[in-house]
């Protein structure tokens, strides 16, 4: 292969510029041309595709966000948006696609390689969401975010006695709330994957008091439902004054970690490997801080499990 492309789509993610960066200098290594695609399938139809060289992503590996824009395309998901994407990367002598995105760009990727159209996809979503690696881009970033707010909303908890319900954010998936709630020391968490935890919640808020515990905080992943209504059913059942804090999408942006940054590079630069060994259909991942490529179509049939040691651990910690 001698020119590819790169897009990014879906929620945008810190970390995100750094795997576009790692893709555009991998090519360039290797004196293969590189071009970027601008707000994400929606581009691709459009033909909003640009020459990148090394200069295109200088000063970008500690900023946030992503230089290529990103949006959501209705008319990607059809046959005929699908067949004009595939023109456009004809027209422009493109012959592979590394897609950047979640699992919702990954079907779009898996649409066009099985349109013969060969694509890679790279896992960036602060979610950590999807089968097949440890981590996503973005999720450390958006995890010391957390832990940040956190950390200040604890220090108002402890002055005014009172209990916080913080929702953070991770779509179906309770990662970033474990993680949160292993890191802050919270008394509790509420997440998708363990769905009947709110009563032991109560109980265990009201030992805390029966011990003189006098604030509190617990952590819920969005997927769960509201922080509002938990808030309003913990406040209900205890009687302890309790606050609601939505950290919303502050989580989604900042400059990406130094783990975001290196994990990025080594999957940007695996992406390309991949492509230029003719392989397709592909996600590149990190498992046990190894480098691994899957099926697309096998991560997308696979549900992305917690950790249970780590959610055992997480109760066993905050009695
Ligand atoms: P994420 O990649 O973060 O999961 P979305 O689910 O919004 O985000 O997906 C991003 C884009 O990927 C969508 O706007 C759409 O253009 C494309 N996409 C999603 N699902 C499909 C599908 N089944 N077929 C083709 N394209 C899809």
Redesign the pocket.
Same mark, same amino acid.
């Given at each position: 292969m001698k020119r590819l492309g790169v897009l990014t +789509? *879906? $929620?945008d993610a810190p970390g995100m510029n750094a795997a576009i960066r790692a893709v555009v200098r991998k090519c360039v290594f290797h004196e293969v041309e590189i071009y970027g695609i601008k707000n !994400?399938?929606q581009g691709l139809i459009d033909g909003n595709i640009e020459k990148m060289d090394v200069g295109s992503v200088g000063d970008i590996i500690q900023r946030g966000g992503t230089k290529l824009y990103t949006a &959501? +395309? %209705?008319e990607? /998901?059809t046959e005929d948006g699908?067949r004009k994407g595939i023109e456009q990367l004809k027209k422009f002598g493109i012959e592979g696609l590394i897609v950047i !995105? $979640? %699992? *919702? +760009?990954f &079907? *779009?990727a898996q /649409?066009l390689t099985e349109k013969g159209f060969p694509c890679i996809g790279i896992p960036g979503?602060i979610d950590n969401d999807i089968a097949g690696t440890d981590f996503t881009i973005g999720f450390d970033t958006a995890l010391n975010t957390i832990i940040e707010a956190i950390d200040k909303i604890r220090d108002t908890a402890t002055s005014h006695e009172r209990t916080y319900v913080i929702e953070v954010m991770g779509r179906n998936a309770g990662d970033l709330a474990l993680w949160a709630g292993l890191a802050d020391g919270a008394e509790s968490i509420l997440i998708p994957e363990k769905p009947d935890d709110l009563n032991e919640v109560i109980s265990r808020l009201k030992r805390g008091v029966e011990r003189g515990k006098k604030h509190s905080i617990i952590i819920l992943a969005e997927g769960v439902g509201s922080a509002i209504d938990y808030g309003e059913q913990i406040q209900k059942e205890t009687n302890l004054e309790t606050r609601v804090t939505v950290l919303g999408h502050i989580q989604r942006g900042g400059s990406p970690t130094a783990n975001d940054r290196v994990l990025a590079s080594r999957l940007g630069a695996k992406a390309v490997e991949l492509l230029l060994q003719g392989k397709a259909g592909r996600m590149v991942g990190i498992q046990s801080n190894r480098l691994v490529d899957h099926d697309i179509s096998d991560i997308l049939g696979q549900k992305h499990t917690i950790d249970e040691e780590m959610y055992q651990l997480s109760k066993e910690l905050s009695i």
């Amino acid at each position: 292969m001698k020119r590819l492309g790169v897009l990014t +789509s *879906g $929620g945008d993610a810190p970390g995100m510029n750094a795997a576009i960066r790692a893709v555009v200098r991998k090519c360039v290594f290797h004196e293969v041309e590189i071009y970027g695609i601008k707000n !994400g399938y929606q581009g691709l139809i459009d033909g909003n595709i640009e020459k990148m060289d090394v200069g295109s992503v200088g000063d970008i590996i500690q900023r946030g966000g992503t230089k290529l824009y990103t949006a &959501r +395309s %209705d008319e990607f /998901k059809t046959e005929d948006g699908q067949r004009k994407g595939i023109e456009q990367l004809k027209k422009f002598g493109i012959e592979g696609l590394i897609v950047i !995105g $979640g %699992d *919702g +760009s990954f &079907r *779009g990727a898996q /649409k066009l390689t099985e349109k013969g159209f060969p694509c890679i996809g790279i896992p960036g979503t602060i979610d950590n969401d999807i089968a097949g690696t440890d981590f996503t881009i973005g999720f450390d970033t958006a995890l010391n975010t957390i832990i940040e707010a956190i950390d200040k909303i604890r220090d108002t908890a402890t002055s005014h006695e009172r209990t916080y319900v913080i929702e953070v954010m991770g779509r179906n998936a309770g990662d970033l709330a474990l993680w949160a709630g292993l890191a802050d020391g919270a008394e509790s968490i509420l997440i998708p994957e363990k769905p009947d935890d709110l009563n032991e919640v109560i109980s265990r808020l009201k030992r805390g008091v029966e011990r003189g515990k006098k604030h509190s905080i617990i952590i819920l992943a969005e997927g769960v439902g509201s922080a509002i209504d938990y808030g309003e059913q913990i406040q209900k059942e205890t009687n302890l004054e309790t606050r609601v804090t939505v950290l919303g999408h502050i989580q989604r942006g900042g400059s990406p970690t130094a783990n975001d940054r290196v994990l990025a590079s080594r999957l940007g630069a695996k992406a390309v490997e991949l492509l230029l060994q003719g392989k397709a259909g592909r996600m590149v991942g990190i498992q046990s801080n190894r480098l691994v490529d899957h099926d697309i179509s096998d991560i997308l049939g696979q549900k992305h499990t917690i950790d249970e040691e780590m959610y055992q651990l997480s109760k066993e910690l905050s009695i």
